[in-house]
């Protein structure tokens, strides 16, 4: 088997080691080998979502983040129903977007949140 290296700040090792112990996980690379796993599985059900849809976008990003956020959404304004922006604690905050429209236009959004690196999380949610 091949041996890759990662680089993780020391947060979330610490998150990742108590998760370990928590599922019972022989050790890192077993879990990041099913947290990868759990990511493929993910994408692959995405890619696969077809026609028009209802789904909620949920995105966790820092506040100094706000106009790029702002800016992002105006390009998927046609299927965005409802947009929810909530102050989540001192410097973070929680965009929730619910979404109708075709398949293709609901994954690039969500495509295009995932791929900015300063988003802290990202989750589709399809109905």
Excluded: W
Excluded at 3 to 21: A, F
Excluded at 66 to 80: P, V
Excluded at 92 to 110: P, Q, W
Aim: proline content about 1%; charged content about 30%.
């Amino acid at each position: 088997m091949p041996i890759i290296s990662i680089s993780l700040n020391e947060n979330i090792i610490q998150e990742l080691d108590k998760l370990q112990k928590f599922l019972g996980f022989s050790g890192r690379s077993e879990i990041v080998r099913a947290s990868v796993r759990n990511l493929l599985l993910e994408e692959k059900r995405i890619e696969e979502l077809d026609g028009i849809l209802h789904s909620v976008l949920l995105v966790i990003h820092d506040e100094k983040s706000d106009q790029e956020i702002s800016e992002m959404r105006h390009d998927y304004d046609k299927i965005i129903n409802t947009h929810i922006h909530n102050k989540i604690d001192k410097d973070r905050c929680l965009e929730i977007f619910v979404l109708y429209g075709e398949s293709n236009d609901i994954k690039n959004m969500a495509k295009k949140f995932q791929g900015n690196r300063k988003m802290d999380q990202v989750r589709l949610i399809v109905t």
